[in-house]
């Protein structure tokens, strides 16, 4: 029997020589990291399937679900949208943020899924979780959304950065008037970056 290194080398090759079979076993492995790297090596193979991802999302490791919403971030499916709706309850802040990345390429998003992402911005205990839903927010431009962005303006810098480039897609005043208060933010960082989309030196 093959150890766990020889096995994860297995893998590994096989999402760069072809060999379905054997990255696909890689999804069974006992090993969560050989799970994980099982999933990248048939994204690389083009043969990585919806039904894969949806059993990865329910992965009892961690790191096989984060890898899951780091893939779908990536080239988003509308099959894993209920999935990928359920990994944002997950324990887990890796995974959170990952699925909360997914989901910001949703076009078509539903509802439901977004008011998942509005009670993010404001209640998860984790500041990326915040962040990342803040940024999925932003990409998606939903008018709706625009009073969850204004209130993440108050939470903590990496989230009132994330926030200011979260406003570029609305013509709203109330977007306007908080880019024009990010100027004067007691953060520098988010002081540079709202002189840099308004255009005015710092």
Do not use: W
Not at 178 to 191: C, F, G, P, S, T
Not at 194 to 202: G, I, K, N
Request: hydrophobic share 40%; with cysteine; proline share 5%.
């Amino acid at each position: 029997m093959k150890s766990e290194r020889d096995r994860h080398i297995d893998v590994l090759s096989a999402g760069h020589n072809g060999d379905e079979p054997t990255a696909r076993s890689g999804l069974v492995d006992s090993a969560p990291h050989i799970r994980a790297s099982a999933l990248e090596a048939l994204q690389r193979l083009g043969a990585l399937s919806d039904s894969d991802l949806i059993a990865a999302t329910d992965d009892g490791a961690t790191e096989v679900r984060r890898r899951c919403g780091e893939l779908l971030s990536r080239t988003f499916r509308p099959a894993l949208r209920a999935s990928l709706a359920t990994a944002l309850h997950d324990p887990e802040p890796d995974v959170v943020e990952a699925a909360a990345t997914a989901l910001g390429e949703d076009s078509d998003i539903d509802d439901e899924t977004l008011d998942l992402l509005h009670n993010l911005t404001a209640n998860h205990d984790d500041p990326l979780c915040r962040e990342s839903a803040i940024a999925a927010l932003g990409s998606l431009g939903k008018t709706r959304s625009l009073d969850h962005i204004l209130a993440a303006m108050a939470d903590k810098p990496n989230v009132r950065r994330r926030a200011v480039l979260a406003l570029t897609p609305y013509d709203d005043p109330r977007a306007d008037q908080a880019m024009n208060d990010a100027l004067e933010d007691k953060d520098r960082q988010v002081r540079t970056l709202a002189a840099e989309l308004a255009d005015r030196p710092t």
